[in-house]
T-cell receptor
Framework: KAGVTQTPRYLIKTRGQQVTLSCSPI?????VSWYQQTPGQGLQFLFE???????NKGNFPGRFSGRQFSNSRSEMNVSTLELGDSALYLC?????????????FGSGTRLTVV | DQQVKQNSPSLSVQEGRISILNCDYT??????FLWYKKYPAEGPTFLIS?????DKNEDGRFTVFLNKSAKHLSLHIVPSQPGDSAVYFC????????????FGGGTRLMVKP
């Protein structure tokens, strides 16, 4: 079965712009989580969506937002980009609601802010 | 405050020998632990997990040990193979609702032929 698909794979944006990243989870997975990976901070949790509702949110400023659609696809948006937002953004999907099993991660979107 | 720590940033092991990767945590509310393997520019790949009600879980060459009193877990890879060379992350999940994972900083494993 198809894995988690993230688009685009690479993105270059200018400081002050906004960006939208997309994640299509594995078919049947209703939970989608987003993580930011940077060399200095490692993998940090951004937020989780389940059935179109944000269920958990990490410690990131309000410039970072997301949403989930009825087909479980998710998008995250970063407004007013800063140089420090350059990172690998990873999406992970998992089965419905319960805390079962692990996640399946996508290959990520590499965002570079210049 | 880092709730999950991997104190060794790198580890080098000879092919065929055992690799032991360590992870410490501070939050006693974590009830599920996972190990992931990651190659550059790819997403992490799930390896093995363990519930806090167990102290050992084995899957082929991979075994995870959990010592709750010490708040410590370790991943053993036996025998190590060159293809195991990657960055390994431990992650922990709390008992609250949802699927939020807290990751350690990662350990880069190099298996030499």
């Amino acid at each position: 079965k198809a894995g988690v698909t993230q688009t685009p794979r690479y993105l270059i944006k200018t400081r002050g712009q906004q960006v939208t990243l997309s994640c299509s989870p594995i078919s049947g997975h209703r939970s989608v989580s987003w993580y930011q990976q940077t060399p200095g901070q490692g993998l940090q949790f951004l937020f989780e969506y389940f059935s179109e509702t944000q269920r958990n949110k990490g410690n990131f400023p309000g410039r970072f937002s997301g949403r989930q659609f009825s087909n479980s696809r998710s998008e995250m948006n970063v407004s007013t980009l800063e140089l420090g937002d350059s990172a690998l953004y990873l999406c992970a999907s998992s089965l419905a609601g319960g805390r079962v099993g692990g996640y399946t991660f996508g290959s990520g979107t590499r965002l570079t802010v210049v | 405050d880092q709730q999950v720590k991997q104190n060794s940033p790198s580890l080098s092991v000879q092919e065929g020998r055992i690799s032991i990767l360590n992870c410490d945590y501070t939050n006693s509310m974590f009830d599920y632990f996972l190990w992931y393997k990651k190659y550059p520019a790819e997403g992490p790949t799930f390896l093995i997990s363990i519930s806090s009600i167990k102290d050992k879980n084995e899957d082929g060459r991979f075994t995870v040990f959990l010592n709750k009193s010490a708040k410590h877990l370790s991943l053993h890879i036996v025998p190590s193979q060159p293809g195991d060379s990657a960055v390994y992350f431990c992650a922990a999940r709390g008992d609250n609702a949802g699927n939020m994972l807290t990751f350690g900083g990662g350990t880069r494993l190099m298996v030499k032929p």
